[in-house]
T-cell receptor, first 121, second 114 residues
């Protein structure tokens, strides 16, 4: 079974500062993908960044970077130069390669419980 | 900007009503998903369609009935719902690629059952 753990229910950060949101995962599979999504109060889940288990470099997308430490099974999201618009719920998620990949059938994501980030002036 | 659209944005219905949620994607994706999300909780997968065929049903009650008329459209038919079914319903789509497959979500429908 796969599990994602986000231990920070809430985080505060000052505008223009950097913030790290923690995510640890547990899987016995060697092939997996890790995702971060942002969910503002409006409800839409916005894809931020992806890291594959075989990727040697940490993923980056603009102000977002993923600090991937495979041996520690962690995939922390780093947001640089925080903005007021970054205030939202952030979910870490994992997808594991499984039998369904061979037969088709979509991909299941396992989500963490989320971290509520608030950016302050 | 999302290319997954959902209608309606808000829906209020009684327990005896029949209603439908609609989802459309314009990215040429071959897999589509329905999720249910309660406040301050992660999304819970309900159904997955792959190449227009139902591939995953996460033991969802029969009062929820999915339909995939074509590769771009996904419906969720609702009948005889309970107040505890009130939630945000999210639709997503993906390309159906191993591992790198990214799910893109729509804005959701906020459902209230009275």
């Amino acid at each position: 079974a796969q599990k994602i753990t986000q231990t920070q229910p809430g985080m505060f950060v000052q505008e223009k500062e950097a913030v790290t949101l923690d995510c640890t995962y547990d899987t016995s599979d060697q092939s997996y993908g890790l995702f971060w999504y942002k969910q503002p109060s409006s409800g839409e889940m916005i894809f931020l960044i992806y890291q594959g288990s075989y990727d040697e470099q940490n993923a980056t997308e603009g102000r977002y970077s993923l600090n991937f430490q495979k041996a520690r099974k962690s995939a922390n999201l780093v947001i640089s130069a925080s903005q007021l618009g970054d205030s939202a719920m952030y979910f870490c998620a994992m997808r594991v390669r499984g039998p369904a990949i061979l037969t088709g059938g979509g991909n299941k994501l396992t989500f963490g419980t989320g971290t509520q980030l608030k950016v302050e002036l | 900007d999302t290319e997954v659209t959902q209608t309606p944005k808000h829906l209020v219905m009684g327990m005896t009503n029949k209603k439908s949620l609609k989802c459309e994607q314009h990215m040429g994706h071959r897999a589509m998903y329905w999720y249910k999300q309660k406040a301050k909780k992660p999304p819970e997968l309900m159904f997955v369609y792959s190449y227009e065929k139902l591939s995953i049903n996460e033991s969802v009650p029969s009062r929820f009935s999915p339909e995939c008329p074509n590769s771009s459209l996904l419906n969720l038919h609702l009948h005889a719902l309970q107040p505890e079914d009130s939630a945000l319903y999210l639709c997503a789509s993906s390309q159906e690629q191993p591992l790198t497959d990214t799910q893109y979500f729509g804005p959701g429908t906020r459902l209230t059952v009275l």
